[in-house]
């Protein structure tokens, strides 16, 4: 029989004889980003609606009835042609009155002229006497002058006939219509606006705090939402003065070679690289990793282990930020997710969803 102290040796003795347990496995399942063709201009992009470069709004010179209506919003027109009329009963009236004054004043200083040439030749022959001659001269000039002013005033009132019909002042699209017949309108008051063929614009708002950073000249990059087509623009004119509302400052940016597939009122996006920018690599900003005030990345190496590399970051967007390229190069796989459960050396495996 085995004593009691027998079989505590031979137990003893199994247990050392067994195999040692294996360490915890410390990999760490990470996300990862793969830098290459991530190189980040630094751009700014800006929201705008495409606009005609010239954008008149258009009024009637006088004031009267509205009797039609020729065009509708959207409606392309040519330089000339009848966009509205109003009721002209008046101003025909005024026409033919001004025709009469000007026939009477007419007559008036043939008969005048008549006379002065006849007392003209009475005067050299000595028949009159200077002052009578001056008397008749100063009848015929006021003859001429009131001649003359109601020529003026009958132009005036046909000029006023012309003006009840308003005309497309150049090649166009009708962006905008505040009118209908039987309404009546004041002179100048603004009825309709149109944008003028030609040169295409993409009107943009600044920042205030970025407004030194561009200037007029500066090329820009234009992408068309509704066709997804892309244009090269350049800077037109930034507004000196900002809106009182929302503190930004109104650019405009030309559209070179734009074509048929741009309208207006469409939206685009104006992409610029503002002055003293600086280039950079982008990565997700949850790749950052700072540690006592400096910034660094988690790589994760050719044996799939956790390398720290400092980085400069230049900027950052909420999502995303730009790094001082040198420090990263195509090919890296930056650590995207998890960078704060990391350590240097920890085995690394790329997780995936």
């Known amino acids: 029989m085995l004593t009691r102290l027998s079989i505590l040796l031979l137990s003893i003795g199994i247990v050392a004889c067994g195999h040692k347990p294996d360490p915890a496995d410390d990999t760490r399942y990470v996300k ?31 004031a009267g009835k509205i009797i039609s209506r020729s065009v509708d919003i959207g409606q392309i027109v040519k330089q000339g042609q009848v966009l509205a009329s109003l009721d002209p009963t008046d101003y025909k009236l005024s026409a033919d009155s001004a025709h009469a004054q000007v026939a009477s004043a ?51 009132s046909q000029n006023q006939v012309n003006y009840t019909v308003l005309k497309a002042p150049s090649d166009g699209v009708v962006t905008s219509i505040n009118m209908e017949a039987g309404q009546v309108v004041t002179s100048g ?8 063929s030609g040169v295409k614009e993409v009107e943009i708002e600044l920042p205030e705090a970025q407004i030194n950073n561009y200037k007029p000249g500066m090329p820009a990059e234009i992408k068309i939402w509704a066709t997804d087509a892309s244009y090269k623009g350049t800077i037109r004119i930034i507004n000196q003065a900002s809106d009182q509302q929302t503190r930004t400052f109104t650019a405009r940016i030309t559209i070179n070679n734009p074509d048929a597939n741009i309208k207006y009122g469409m939206t685009a996006d104006v992409q610029v690289s503002p002055l003293n920018s600086r280039d950079g690599i982008e990565l997700p900003l949850n790749s ?37 390229p040198g420090s990263l ?19 690394l495996r790329i997780y995936n969803d």
């Open 329 to 347: 190069h195509d090919g890296d796989k930056v650590v995207s997710a998890g960078s704060n459960l990391i350590y240097a050396g920890q085995k």
């Open 106 to 156: 007419k007559s008036s200083y043939v008969t005048q002229q008549a006379n002065l040439q006849r007392y003209k030749e009475l005067l050299q022959q000595n028949f009159v006497s200077q002052a009578e001659y001056d008397s008749r001269k100063a009848q015929f000039d006021s003859a001429k002058a009131q001649y003359e002013e109601a020529n003026n005033q009958l132009a005036n």
């Open 189 to 196: 008051q603004t009825v309709a606006t149109m944008a003028v």
């Open 32 to 62: 990862v980003f793969t830098v290459g063709n991530n190189f980040a201009q630094a751009a700014s992009t800006f929201h705008g609606i495409v606009h005609a470069e010239f954008e008149p709004n258009l009024s009637f010179r006088i």
């Open 288 to 324: 950052l990793y700072a540690n006592g005030g400096k910034s660094y990345v988690w790589l994760m190496d050719k044996n799939s282990q956790a390398k720290l590399i400092p980085v400069e970051v230049i900027s950052t967007n909420g999502s995303s930020m730009k790094i001082q």
